[in-house]
């Protein structure tokens, strides 16, 4: 067939000569016989006559004498054994024609069977390449016919994929159209609702700002007379607790007074008109911190009489209370005039 090869069968022997081959070998064969047996057929030459020869001596003896009927009867052997040969070459030639005719026979049988082998190898060859390449055409049809197949199948796939891919892509926009109207909706509501609850706040806003603005002036009035009774408090304890530390103060003082006049020495040179002012620091514990004069009597002297009745005083009485140390007592004045001394 066109567009296919010739296949090679292989059926397990071995391959057939060429007819050409065949019939060469076989004339060959017969040329052969037909030599060997015209050898045979032609008859064989006359042995040579043996001669008998035999020295005896160097001195010459005299040739026996063969005798007439020994000759005969020599003769008669070698043409007997002659017939015998001819008979033997004739029997080995007709067996030998007979050998060369069945070999023939033999032969032409066997390129018979040979050919006949052979034209039956190539007929199931021949049938077995029809039987191939009709396979081969059925697979090919069948191949096509199952891509054809599976294209169709495959188009119809693809058709249906795209219906579907269609479908879905309706159902898809369908349900985002549904969802956005819900979302609208929702939205509304909600809109709606906010609208509401910030309307409701701000009623309540009002309300309540309303309410804290009655109570933070009921509140501010509350505070405003609770914080003038507090100052009022305060003011009747600070007046009250001012009293007690001056009342402190002066009781201190006059012993500080008392304790240096004691120390005082006055010069003699001192006069009632005299009035010396001294600024006394002193420390929480009631020592002596340090002391200058703030005004001056004009007489150093007694200026100085003073200062040494401050600094001889060891340690000065002092309230316990820090607040009335530290406003009266931490550092304050006191005048030295003789008529203290007097008195």
Do not use: C
Request: glycine share 2%; proline share 4%.
């Amino acid at each position: 067939m066109k567009g296919h090869k010739r296949d090679i069968v292989s059926t397990g022997k071995a391959p057939l000569k060429s007819p050409v081959a065949v019939s060469v070998g076989l004339h060959l064969l017969v040329f052969g016989i037909a030599l060997a047996g015209w050898s045979w057929n032609t008859p064989p030459e006359p042995e040579p006559r043996s001669i008998s020869a035999r020295l005896i001596s160097p001195e010459p003896r005299p040739t026996p004498v063969v005798e007439e009927q020994d000759e005969a009867d020599k003769e008669q052997e070698r043409k007997q054994a002659q017939a015998r040969e001819r008979e033997e070459a004739e029997r080995q030639r007709q067996a030998e024609e007979k050998a060369r005719q069945e070999a023939e026979r033999k032969a032409q049988e066997e390129a018979r069977k040979r050919e006949e082998e052979r034209r039956q190898q190539e007929a199931q060859a021949k049938e077995l390449a029809e039987k191939q390449a009709r396979e081969r055409e059925a697979a090919r049809q069948k191949a096509e016919a199952e891509a054809k197949e599976r294209e169709r199948q495959k188009a119809e796939e693809e058709r249906k994929r795209q219906e579907e891919a269609k479908r879905r892509a309706e159902e898809e926009k369908r349900r985002q159209e549904e969802q956005r109207k819900k979302e609208e909706a929702e939205r509304q509501r909600r809109e709606e609702e906010a609208r509401k609850e910030a309307e409701r706040k701000r009623l309540e806003a009002e309300r309540r700002l309303r309410e804290q603005q009655l109570e933070a002036l009921a509140d501010q009035a509350r505070q405003e007379r609770e914080a003038e009774a507090r100052r009022q408090q305060e003011a009747a304890a600070a007046r009250a607790r001012e009293a007690q530390m001056l009342s402190e103060s002066e009781k201190y003082k006059a012993l500080i007074r008392e304790k240096l006049t004691q120390a005082w020495f006055m010069p003699s040179s001192a006069t009632k008109d005299m009035t010396v002012r001294l600024q006394i620091t002193l420390l929480p514990s009631g020592e002596l911190a340090g002391v200058t004069v703030a005004s001056s009597s004009g007489n150093t002297a007694f200026d100085n009489s003073a200062l040494n009745a401050v600094r001889d005083l060891n340690r000065y009485p002092i309230p316990n209370d820090r607040d009335t140390f530290e406003r009266y007592f931490r550092q304050f004045t006191i005048e030295f005039n003789p008529s203290q001394k007097s008195r």
